[in-house]
């Protein structure tokens, strides 16, 4: 056998492995920036909400940990989502017939500030709104929020007790709310 062939085999060989490689890397790569799905578990239940801060519609500064110490939801919400207007009204009508409501609901807004003013106006939404564009707030990221109507449920010890698509559980947040 000549080294002539040799080399052409070792290059062959070496072209082989270079191959299998780049297509581990790219296995690894959609792995790791694949969004979650709507049917896989949501790995926060049961850990300590994430800390987010923002500024409402109506301008005051909201810190989560203010909240501590009663439930609250949060509902994420889009402007130009129509399920979530749809959402927004059935909810807050099923609120407004729990009188001794002693958790907190914020709405979680992903459009501009003009935008949560209009969608307070045309929704009649007589919770706090809080203002986070994806762009500038990590909130909708540090809970994983990837669709909205989406929600968080979270007690009074700041745990997270259930988190997903909003409208798979209405139920289950008027219980929790009460």
């Known amino acids: 056998m000549s080294l002539e062939t040799v080399y052409g085999f070792s290059l062959l060989v070496l072209a082989f492995i270079v191959v299998i490689n ?4 790219l296995g690894l790569i959609h792995k790791i ?5 709507l049917n896989e578990p949501n790995t926060l239940i049961g850990q300590k909400a994430p800390h987010f801060e923002g500024e409402l519609d109506t301008g005051v500064k909201l810190d989560s940990a203010k909240l501590l110490g009663k439930p609250y ?3 994420f919400v889009s402007p130009t989502c129509q399920s979530c207007k ?19 609901i914020i709405f979680i807004n992903d459009g501009s500030e003009e935008e949560a003013i209009k969608l ?13 564009p ?6 909708y990221k540090n809970f994983r929020v990837q669709y909205t109507p989406a929600f968080a449920l979270v007690n ?12 798979s559980k209405k139920d289950l947040i008027l219980k929790f709310l009460k």
Do not use: Y
């Open 33 to 37: 920036n694949k969004p979650p799905s």
């Open 134 to 139: 994806r762009n500038n707030n990590s909130i």
């Open 120 to 132: 307070r106006q045309e929704e009649n939404i007589n919770h706090p709104i809080l203002i986070a």
């Open 156 to 167: 009074e010890e700041g745990t997270i007790e259930d988190i997903g698509v909003l409208d």
């Open 86 to 104: 749809k959402l927004i009204q059935s909810l807050t009508k099923s609120l407004d017939k729990t009188p001794n409501n002693k958790s907190e």
């Open 22 to 25: 780049f297509m581990i890397s």
């Open 73 to 75: 939801l949060l509902v």
